[in-house]
């Protein structure tokens, strides 16, 4: 006791211990089992130490024993919010690596789900943004949102979150019927209910105090951890995939890079908001167009890839997911590796959180959009 | 029994005749004690689970949802059942707590809350305590509450529970300042803080109509406050959710926790009956200056119904917050109170001496 | 004096957007019949999938007990997690041949990711993906299933 009153006594403020938190693995803000050790003083989040690997499951040693279909359908595991994207990074690797011409009307229709599942990404994006930040109601007015989109994807696909829509040379079925029609619906339904989450969040200024300004990223820095995505981006890192290395039907559409020099959570949050519109533009653009033709290309019963090293990546509501084979010329890859845009954005954490508050940290958690399997995979 | 809906001092007064004719004046005064105490508690326990239901199928509706729908007609019996539930709960205690502190915490919570309660005056005659200095007596023990907060924060050995323990505290300090400005607002328009007094002088229109712009900005002032010293959302800092799990009663469990839950619903409806005594004229029918006939048919409704249905619309727009707005970080709750309520109440009053003044009010 | 007005505007442009926010809540509160959620058991009966989703693997007989799986194996091969087990037999045909047939089609539930797969390799399209998804037993024993019902055999005609 004695020593903590001389303690008190001899330094020029008031002694305040630091204290570590473990937030998480069982947390509500971090949305899966992430850990974070904490370091506070007070409110004040001093260091962050992310510990990972509490739903490590060892997708890329597995891929080691399947083949190229079959790997296809684990990357829907990994970040199941993109997880057509992630299949389509995988097809196009295939495809790449033995040389065969996709119809254009599977690029058409690979790119009309691509921009689906990134709006529904960021539909759940945005009502946890809502519910870390404590308004309750967003989570349920993205969610009936999402669901459209779900229904859509269960119509065409046959699932609605681990789809495993796309084969190498193709997708899986044809679009179903009413695909068209239904998209349709969406995006003008959609077009009505977007200005809502402005009004709701955007433009609220408890909102938009708790966000300005918060959890800075330097250009430098977002290039330097290698934070790509949305989260990249709002840094003013130009790092759009669709732009830069455009692949699938993204050459044949005009869109807006969304760059954001604010490099805050306020920018983050904006920069996603701003690509829900552009999605639906490119939707708009693609729907009413998508050529007739052959479904998929017709390939062989057994997928044997060229002896070879092949890398292909594609841009992910998340950031950039890239896929490296390494054949041996048999049906099964020798090894593969995934650069998942999870992990490279959660390690930028210490660097923006350092200083804020707790109520910040979770903020700025939310506008990285973390999903816990695609960083352990 | 003289039983009259418009007027309980009658029945009130019968039974305090009664008793003191039938037993000694020692064991007549206690009996009365138990029987307001008996009469609170269920009110308290009834008026609570109402108010729980009410919250789930408010929240529901604007979530576009149904809300509860299983247990009883449209879910009626969910926060009964929910209650049983909580009573059958296994009380678990962190195994380093401080005991004593960690078992005093919940009852300090609602003890305050009882205490708050006894002086708010549901209809003529309907009102415990009636002295002169009511709401001086009400601000007093309201914040008596933060220390049983402050005690479970501290006692539960949980750093979550301490931060939100801490949060609350520094939280609740500093909006009793607006929640006093507030009233002393009013306070200076009435010339009394008596309960009684303040509800008589509102008969010809109530203190937000009479009062005009000062008076609104009090309420106004007044429902922000509030809603912080209930620790509701979009001030509910103390138990965050997303950032602290529970807050101070993440170590609570069973009915020590259902203590907790429950005190949080009787502030809000202190909070709610204080804002309809001081500012829309308690158990005062809606009254315009010389319509006759509109008035008597006011008249024509009960005065307890009057006084429930303005503690439900004042309850409804405290939900409303709660579940439209995000939560403000610790240090803009205290910027709100300290840059902007605090000074705006200060100038309010200025501006409500004038109004006082001048006689510029209806 | 001007940065006084700033705090005064301040003041009013932050109530004004939160008087938006509650607009659009309060919008939604009074429009309680445009709710978007079901009461799902209840409703069981109004619940119909979309014929393309995938809920379980079921082998489709006719009404002669006969189905159209050859015993070939090849859903085994494609199924990226094991749960298809194929168990054939050999029988002597009328005309005094060998032959392998089917004898049991063992699909385990619980350990199927509905990839589609299987279906999609199958090459006479015995297997098809059944639109039930209410999976929940009691025991995990009930989720490993024998596709091919008992006594059933092979459908004139499908080639090997």
Known sequence: ?377 | MAFNIYDFSNLTHTIHVGLQESFSPFMATTLEWVIVGTAYLLFVALFGLLLVYAERKVCAAFQQRLGPMRVGYWGLLQTIADFIKLLMKELIMPRKADRFLYNLAPFIVIIASFLAIAVIPFAPGLQSLDFDIGIFYLTAVSSVGVIGILLAGWSSNNKYSLIGAMRSGAQILSYELSVSLSLLTMIVFAGSMQFSTIVEQQRGAWFIFSGHVPAIIAFIVFLIAGTAETNRGPFDLAEAESELTAGFHTEYSGIKFAFFFLAEYINLFIISAVATTVFLGGWMPLHFGNLESFNHAMDFIPPIVWFFMKVWVVIFIIMWFKWTFPRLRVDQILTLEWKYLLPINLVNILLMALVVLTKFHF | ?160
């Not at chain 1, 349709?184 to 105090?209: A, H, M």
């Not at chain 3, 619980?110 to 999609?120: A, I, R, S």
């Open chain 3, 1 to 160: 004096m001007k940065s006084f007005i700033e705090y005064i505007g301040s003041i009013f442009k932050g109530i004004w957007t939160l008087l938006i926010g509650m607009k659009v809540t309060g919008k939604y509160f009074f429009t309680p019949w445009k709710n978007v959620t079901q009461q799902y058991p209840e409703n069981r009966d109004q619940l119909v999938m979309f014929e393309r989703f995938r809920g379980e693997v079921i082998m489709t007989h006719n009404e002669n007990n006969e189905h159209l799986c050859t015993g070939c194996g090849i859903c085994e091969i494609n199924c990226p997690n094991g749960s298809i087990e194929i168990i054939s037999k050999s029988i002597l045909t009328p005309d005094g041949k060998k032959k392998r047939i089917i004898d049991q089609h063992i699909y385990h539930l619980g350990m199927c990711t509905f990839c589609n797969l299987c279906v999609k390799a199958c090459p006479t399209g015995a297997i098809v993906m059944g639109q039930k998804f209410e999976h929940a037993v009691w025991d995990r024993s009930l989720l490993t299933k024998v596709l091919n019902q008992p006594g059933s055999k092979i459908e004139e005609g499908v080639k090997e």
């Open chain 1, 1 to 377: 006791m004695s020593e903590i009153r001389e303690i008190i006594l001899n330094s020029d403020r008031l002694a305040t211990d630091e204290y570590l938190v473990n937030m998480g693995p069982q947390h509500p803000s971090t949305h899966g089992v992430l850990r974070m050790l904490v370091r506070l003083e007070g409110e004040k989040v001093l260091n962050i130490e992310p510990h990972i690997g509490y739903i490590h499951s060892g997708i890329e040693k597995m891929c080691e024993a399947i083949s190229y279909p079959q790997i296809i359908h684990l990357t829907d595991r990994m970040d199941y919010l993109s997880a057509h994207m992630n299949n389509e990074a995988v097809a196009l690797c295939v495809e790449k690596a033995l040389q065969v011409e996709v119809p254009d009307r599977v690029n058409y229709i690979r790119t009309i789900m691509d921009e689906l599942s990134r709006l529904a990404s960021h539909q759940l994006w945005w009502c946890v943004m809502g519910m870390d930040l404590g308004a309750l109601t967003t989570f349920f007015y993205g969610l009936r949102d999402r669901e459209k989109i779900l229904d859509i994807f269960e119509e065409t696909c046959g699932a609605r979150l681990t789809v495993n829509y796309n084969l190498p040379g193709g997708v899986m079925f044809d679009i179903h019927p009413n695909f068209q029609k239904r998209v349709k619906d969406f995006v003008k339904y959609f077009r009505t209910k977007l200005p809502e989450y402005d009004q709701l969040l955007s433009g609220n200024v408890i909102f938009r105090e708790r966000t300005s300004g918060i959890g800075y990223l330097s250009p430098a820095d977002a290039i330097e951890y290698g934070v790509t995505g949305p989260s990249g981006r709002a840094s003013g890192f130009s790092c759009d995939l669709r732009k830069h290395q455009p692949y699938s039907a993204y050459p044949l559409v005009k869109f807006n890079e969304i760059l954001d020099h604010r490099c805050d959570t306020l920018a983050r949050y904006e920069v996603r908001i701003k690509e829900m519109y552009e999605s639906l533009s490119i939707i708009d653009q693609l729907i009413d167009n998508i050529p007739e033709g052959e479904y998929a290309v017709k390939m062989k019963g057994v997928i044997k890839l060229p002896e070879g090293e092949f890398f292909q990546r594609v841009e992910t509501a998340r950031g950039e997911f890239g896929v490296f084979v390494i054949s041996d010329g048999k049906k099964n890859p020798y090894r593969v590796k995934f650069r998942s845009p999870g992990f490279s954005n959660l390690f930028a954490l210490n660097k923006m959180a350092k200083g804020h508050k707790i109520a910040d940290l979770v903020a700025i958690m939310s506008t990285l959009d973390l999903v816990i399997p695609d960083i352990d995979r």
